[in-house]
């Protein structure tokens, strides 16, 4: 156990409809980063908050927002879906931001587009 | 930009057999290098890192070396187990110092007793 926690586990939904993924990082870590793991794209970065502030951003979609409250928990924003957006969200925490950190991973969030 | 390149699976090998699984890198800088595992229906684990060239990782009897000539950075082990069995993930970090991550593409791992 990371101690990094996703909810829902599993989400279905269809094709237009907006979801919220939801994290929690581990007891004292300010970073936290989302990725999404598809079979076509691999796992990919797709943005970072350290303390509250957006820190970094990957290859994320306009229809995709996220944001980390003053309880440092963080939210990903999926709107417009599409069948393509079907992945598994990991969510992950760091202490700090600096290079070489290590990242701790949450279980993901199974996200199924019908 | 920056990518991980890493060897094609699936890779099947009967226990106690030895387990190499190459990784290359292109990057702008100097970034930190890491290996992460991910079991079946888990999150990823980080296996080991190494954040700067010619330093050695090692974790649970896997290494992996941070070779600047080669841009390279290959996972060994001398004897894999059963439960070694997952899915291995090359990664570097953004160096710029973002500490965003970029993958490899996943190299499944199956050992048979």
């Known amino acids: 156990d990371s101690g990094v926690t996703q909810t829902p586990k599993h989400l279905i939904t269809a094709t237009g409809q907006r979801v919220t993924l939801r994290c929690s990082p581990r007891?004292?870590?300010?970073?936290v980063y989302w990725y999404q793991q598809s079979l076509d794209q691999g796992l990919q970065f797709l943005i970072q908050y350290y303390n509250g502030e957006e820190r970094a951003k990957g290859n994320i979609l306009e229809r995709f927002s996220a944001q980390q409250f003053p309880d440092l928990h963080s939210e990903l924003n999926l709107s417009s879906l599409e069948l393509g957006d079907s992945a598994l969200y990991f969510c992950?925490?760091?202490?700090?931001?600096?290079?070489?950190?290590?990242?701790?991973f949450g279980p993901g969030t199974r996200l199924t587009v019908l | 930009g920056d990518s991980v390149t890493q060897m094609e699976g699936p890779v099947t090998l009967s226990e106690e057999a030895f387990l190499t699984i190459n990784c290359t890198y292109t990057?702008?800088?100097?970034?930190?290098l890491f290996w992460y595992v991910q079991y079946p229906g888990e999150g990823l684990q980080l296996l080991l890192k190494?954040?700067?060239?010619?330093d050695k990782g090692s974790n649970k009897g896997f290494e992996a070396t941070y070779r600047k000539e080669t841009t390279s950075f290959h996972l060994e082990k001398g004897s894999v187990q059963v439960s070694d069995s997952a899915v291995y993930f090359c990664?570097?970090?953004?160096?710029?110092?973002?500490?965003?991550?970029?993958f490899g593409t996943g190299t499944r791992l199956t050992v048979i007793p």
């Open positions: 190494a954040t700067k060239a010619d």
């Open positions: 990664a570097l970090s953004d160096p710029t110092g973002a500490n965003n991550l970029f």
């Open positions: 992950a925490s760091s202490v700090v931001s600096g290079r070489g950190t290590e990242q701790f």
């Open positions: 990057a702008t800088g100097y970034p930190s």
């Open positions: 007891s004292g870590d300010l970073s």
